[in-house]
Every structure is written in structure tokens, then in C-alpha cells.
């Protein structure tokens, strides 16, 4: 992780928040408001911790507009959302994109009909297939694999050990994380009375602009037509999304969760983590599934939707559970009962 240092006044301007004081004290760091330093910029999104701007020892602190500054010593940077001005300028300070330096390790293999671009990278060990194209600024990590015929946008970073198959097309700025897979096949099979026969898995992947993919998560290619990510989609790490799944633009989805064959996904979903999808659902624009939900239905209108049950002590789950194997003759009762309520009333009115 680099660092580098700027004047605050040179940060409102990167993030285009409202400077309040001076704007000459340099920022070489980020912290939360409890342990930062002299030299750190923090920031306030949430009200319970607010009891921490008083004892802060940052430099300067990013402010909705609704929090008042005026007992305090700090600077303030004015933002409608400072956890994102906060995000932005950790990236600034801390994490910049690296340059690329151009060029192809020795020890990499590229195919003789791949086509590279002048200011591409291409590390140690990795390996590029024939037809594949590969843009401006790209950075192939060590380990990488590449298939054949695979497209790459501009400034796509595929790290240490990820592979992105055959047929495989990246938009702009993509980011794949080490050890992901892109493009393997699908998992379908005909059942042949005694076994099972593999469906060949004959679509590919296409992935839109600003993409994240994370470690180890798996997309799989579709079967007959491509599964399809689209612009600006961010996707945790042990993720996985099979077969002819499409999943609309800017939609964010947190680890461990897994999307059968042909569901769609719509735009600004959110998808907390461990959420599992059963196959061929149609998901609208602007769901919300908490983590652990299991989704088994369409889900025609946007909202936040969630199912399973929250831990609890092991004392109250096991009585719990012996109520859950109970609760089919209890309902059957139930209904008897009512039945029964229902004939004495209708005798009542004669």
C-alpha cells in the first residue's frame, strides 16, 4: 500500500466537498474518529458516534451538513454522504490505481495471433491465447489465464492467478480479483436414466464497464446464450453465479451467496451475504435481500426482503425446533377448532 499526503484544500477539490477552515494542513492518513492522529482526516455518517468528535485528535473531519462544527478545533469538509467522500479520499491517499508499466515477463506465454496493446502488462507465468485482444493499460497479473478469443477493455487489472476463458468479453475498467474464474462451464447435465450426461455449455460471459469481480468468486458461462453483467456491478468474493444468469446495471451482491441457472437479476439490487437463488426467477429493479434470505419466487416489486430465522440461544432454538415438527397437527387443530366455532354460531342464528 502506497501513501502520499495532500492539503486538505487539494482533497475538497478531488471530492468537491466544502471546505470549513484552514485548508493548508496536510493529510497523510484516514482513520476512524477514535484513533485518528494529527495527521489523519476522519469522518461522521453515523449519530452514535457522535460522542467522539469532542476527544477526536484528526486534523480534519468530514461533516453532513446537518452536524454542527462549532465546538470543535478540527476542519471540517461539508458532504450530503461522508462515508463516500471518506471512501475517496483513503483511495486518493492510500490505495491509487498503480501505473502500468508496459511490457510481457519472460517467463509469460502469449499466443502468436493475441493482440496486445502497446501500454498493456502482462506478468510472470501468465498465459494469453490465441485471438485474444487486450486493451489500453490492462494489467495481466502473475498466474493469470487467459483463453482464447477473449476481449478486454481499456484498464481492466486481472489479479495474481485468475482465469478468464474462452470467449470471454470485459468492458472498461473491470477488476478481477486473484482467483476468480470467468467463463468456466456451467453445471448442466441430462439425466440418462442410470447417469447423467453433460449439457454442452455453449454461450460465453459478458461482462459491462466497472466491473468488480471478487477472490475466488465463479461465473459461469451460459449454456446457449451468455450470462450477462452489466455496467457498474460489484460482486464479493466466494460468490457464485451459474449459467445464463443475467444481473442488471449497478447491482451489489456480498460473499457467499449463489444464483441458479437463468435467474434475472434487475439494476440497484443489493444482495447481502449468503443469499441463495433458486433458478429462472425474475428479481425487479431495486431489491433489497438481507443476508441468508432464500429466494425461491419472482419478486415483482422493489423493497427489502429477507426469510431464515436469527440465532438465538440453544436453549430457545431447541424448543423451537421441537414447535417447527408440531406445527402441521397444530394447524390441522386449528382449523377443526374453527370449523367447529363456525357450526355453533350458524346454530346460535337459527
Known sequence: MTSQDYTLAELAA???????????????????????GPDDISFLANPKYRAHLADTRAVAVILPDTESADAYDFAVLRADNPYLVFARIARILLNPVPRVIPGVHASASVAAGARLSDTARVDAQAVVGEGTVIGDRCRIGPGVVVGDNVVIGDDCRLDANASVL???????????????????????????GDHWEPVPQLGSVVIGDDVSIGANTTVDRGSQGDTVIGNGC?????VQVAHN???????????GTGISGSTRIGRYCTIGGSVGFAGHLEIADGVTFTGMAM????????????SGIPAMPTRDWRRSAVRFRQLDEMARRLEKLEKAMENTKERDEQ
Open 295 to 306: 429466494v425461491i419466487g419472482n419478486v415483482p416489486e422493489a423493497g427489502v426482503y429477507s
Open 14 to 36: 478531488f471530492t468537491e466537498s466544502r471546505l470549513e477552515g484552514s485548508g493548508e494542513c496536510r493529510i497523510r492518513g484516514v482513520a476512524p474518529l477514535e484513533s485518528a
Open 166 to 192: 474462452d470467449g470471454v468479453r470485459l468492458g472498461a475498467r473491470v477488476h478481477i480479483l486473484p482467483g476468480a474464474v470467468i467463463g468456466g462451464e456451467g453445471f448442466g447435465f441430462a439425466h440418462a
Open 234 to 238: 460489484k460482486i464479493d468474493n466466494l
Open 245 to 255: 444468469v443475467h444481473i442488471g446495471e449497478h447491482t451489489i451482491i456480498a460473499s
